[in-house]
């Protein structure tokens, strides 16, 4: 098993940034990808970025080059450093990982709301 616990959501003004982390523990060996998925109020959860185990990452078009997703191993923790935010970046981020054989684990998802 894998537990995923992010953190750093809170409220900013449009055009501030936030550093969200998710800490990974457990079976931790096993994961190849993970990344962040978003959730805003009567919407689908949509990817956001993901890294892959050789350092591979994949954005969303509407956070490119505003987001950036990194990784430090020694910590297993992911990053998701967001600048020039806006008020549409406004939802409920899901750290998410995925092993090699597509079992998926969330952590317990951290609000970003950004004001106009």
């Known amino acids: 098993q894998v537990q995923l616990v992010d953190t750093g959501g809170g409220l900013v003004q449009a055009g501030g940034s936030l550093r969200l982390s998710c800490a990974a523990s457990?079976?931790?060996?096993?994961?190849?990808?993970m990344g962040w998925y978003r959730q805003a109020p009567g919407k689908q959860r949509e990817l956001v970025a993901v890294?892959?185990?050789?350092?591979?990452?994949n954005y969303a078009e509407s956070v490119k080059g505003r987001f950036t997703i990194a990784r430090d191993n020694t910590k297993n923790t992911v990053y998701l450093q967001m600048n020039s935010l806006k008020p549409e970046d406004t939802a409920v981020y899901y750290c998410?990982?995925?092993?090699?054989?597509?079992?998926?684990?969330w952590g317990q998802g951290t609000q970003v709301t950004v004001s106009s």
């Open positions: 457990g079976s931790i060996f096993s994961i190849n990808v």
């Open positions: 890294i892959t185990r050789d350092g591979s990452t």
């Open positions: 998410n990982a995925r092993n090699i054989i597509m079992v998926q684990y």
